[in-house]
């Protein structure tokens, strides 16, 4: 169960007969399958007027970083306003007429992963309009696990804007509380956020949030591989059944086949065929650290590679590896030789200053 089971079960709706705007996508279902525009319209509690889509579109088709245009739902006859296209966060005219906002999204618990920021900046949409908002929990593939550095404002931009770890561990529901508490201008937001206490990630039942996430595994190693992004000859198989679990790339260095890093959690298989680099698997989640993991084998290739390889080649894009990580000192520390120890020890040093 979900918290959409959980509104579900009440017996009187709160704000009868508001008119809705929701944040959704396809993977918003219930535990039977049923998506949450379904779901409520059924019940007749509400007037669904709009429909408002995050990074990949409503219905989860788009690439990442491809704009998605604003359109009409082809069964529902709603608009559907794109968070993803010429405006990331809603304008003013988008919520005109509006009592309510939901939002219901599968999120992951990274930072870097753009619905995080598309909750903060509806949020504030929804506090300076007046409209009062419910969050939908749903559980997370990396609950409870946090790791990464935290948010350097000079690094702030739509794939880092929650000033938290890079990984965070928590659904959208507990990050919407946490935003609400430590950002003034959203104190005044009314929020709700519907959970249930006992719900767990379903591997049988997983939808993919986007298209390359496309099982809980990948989900999990997601921060430990997303940094390709920033790194032009790095392949993670993106869109396949391994994306995020697969990190090859041309020559990859003959003795980290053989002898791969120790990991957090997490173990390395070397590739065979064509491709080589490594098969990454979580052996213990409770011990598993993604983004100390991802440092731990970036130090190993600079020390294999030379750091040119990882960043001063032509089609790397560092300002990138940085947006990414939410701060310029991991980038900077891996070019100044530092070890994986050294750069992870610095995350709690800084946390601890603040």
Same mark, same amino acid.
């Given at each position: 169960?979900?918290?959409?089971?959980?509104?579900?079960?009440?017996?009187?709706?709160?704000?009868?007969?508001?008119?809705?705007?929701?944040?959704?996508?396809?993977? /918003?279902?219930?535990?039977?399958?049923?998506?949450?525009?379904?779901?409520?319209?059924?019940?007749?509690? @509400?007037?669904?007027?709009?429909?408002?889509?995050?990074?990949?579109?409503?219905? !989860?088709?788009?690439?990442?970083?491809?704009?998605?245009?604003?359109?009409?739902?082809?069964?529902?006859?709603?608009?559907?306003?794109?968070?993803?296209?010429?405006?990331?966060?809603?304008?003013?005219?988008?919520?005109?007429?509006?009592?309510?906002?939901?939002?219901?999204?599968?999120?992951? !618990?990274?930072?870097?992963?753009?619905?995080?920021?598309?909750?903060?900046?509806?949020?504030?949409?929804?506090?300076?309009?007046?409209?009062?908002?419910?969050?939908?929990?749903?559980?997370?593939?990396?609950?409870?696990?946090?790791?990464?550095?935290?948010?350097?404002?000079?690094?702030? /931009?739509?794939?880092?804007?929650?000033?938290?770890?890079?990984?965070?561990?928590?659904?959208? !529901?507990?990050?919407?509380?946490?935003?609400?508490?430590?950002?003034?201008?959203?104190?005044?937001?009314?929020?709700?956020?519907?959970?249930?206490?006992?719900?767990?990630?379903?591997?049988?039942?997983?939808?993919?949030?986007?298209?390359?996430?496309?099982?809980?595994?990948?989900?999990?190693?997601?921060?430990?591989?997303?940094?390709?992004?920033?790194?032009?000859?790095?392949?993670?198989?993106?869109?396949?059944?391994?994306?995020?679990?697969? @990190?090859?790339?041309?020559?990859?260095?003959?003795?980290?086949?053989?002898?791969?890093?120790?990991?957090?959690?997490?173990?390395?298989?070397?590739?065979? !065929?064509?491709?080589?680099?490594?098969?990454?698997?979580?052996?213990?989640?409770?011990?598993?650290?993604?983004?100390?993991?991802?440092?731990?084998?970036?130090?190993?290739?600079?020390?294999?590679?030379?750091?040119?390889?990882?960043?001063?080649?032509?089609?790397?894009?560092?300002?990138?590896?940085?947006?990414?990580?939410?701060?310029?000192?991991?980038?900077?520390?891996?070019?100044?030789?530092?070890?994986?120890?050294?750069?992870?020890?610095?995350?709690?040093? /800084?946390?601890?200053?603040?």
């Amino acid at each position: 169960m979900s918290g959409l089971d959980r509104l579900l079960q009440e017996k009187h709706l709160p704000f009868p007969g508001a008119r809705v705007g929701i944040l959704a996508h396809h993977a /918003s279902v219930n535990l039977h399958g049923r998506h949450t525009v379904d779901c409520l319209l059924e019940t007749k509690a @509400w007037r669904i007027e709009k429909l408002f889509s995050p990074e990949h579109g409503f219905f !989860g088709r788009a690439a990442a970083g491809e704009e998605v245009e604003n359109s009409l739902h082809p069964t529902w006859k709603i608009p559907v306003h794109s968070l993803y296209g010429e405006h990331r966060s809603p304008p003013p005219a988008w919520l005109e007429n509006l009592d309510l906002m939901i939002v219901d999204l599968q999120d992951l !618990g990274i930072r870097c992963y753009t619905y995080a920021s598309s909750l903060l900046l509806m949020m504030r949409a929804c506090a300076q309009a007046g409209i009062p908002m419910l969050v939908i929990e749903r559980p997370t593939p990396l609950a409870g696990i946090v790791d990464g550095p935290d948010l350097d404002p000079q690094c702030e /931009s739509f794939v880092g804007m929650i000033d938290l770890p890079l990984v965070f561990g928590r659904g959208q !529901g507990d990050l919407a509380e946490f935003l609400k508490s430590h950002h003034s201008g959203l104190r005044d937001l009314q929020l709700q956020v519907f959970r249930d206490s006992d719900a767990v990630v379903d591997t049988e039942k997983w939808i993919p949030p986007s298209p390359a996430i496309v099982s809980p595994a990948c989900a999990r190693l997601y921060p430990v591989t997303v940094w390709c992004e920033a790194i032009a000859d790095i392949d993670v198989d993106r869109g396949n059944a391994d994306s995020f679990a697969i @990190w090859c790339m041309p020559d990859f260095p003959a003795e980290l086949l053989k002898n791969p890093p120790i990991f957090k959690g997490m173990r390395a298989t070397a590739l065979t !065929g064509k491709r080589s680099g490594y098969h990454f698997q979580i052996d213990e989640l409770s011990r598993f650290k993604p983004v100390e993991n991802a440092v731990i084998l970036l130090c190993a290739l600079r020390d294999h590679l030379g750091v040119e390889r990882l960043f001063s080649q032509p089609d790397n894009r560092p300002e990138f590896f940085d947006k990414l990580m939410g701060t310029s000192s991991v980038r900077e520390q891996l070019m100044a030789g530092l070890s994986a120890e050294e750069i992870v020890n610095s995350w709690s040093v /800084s946390r601890q200053s603040t």
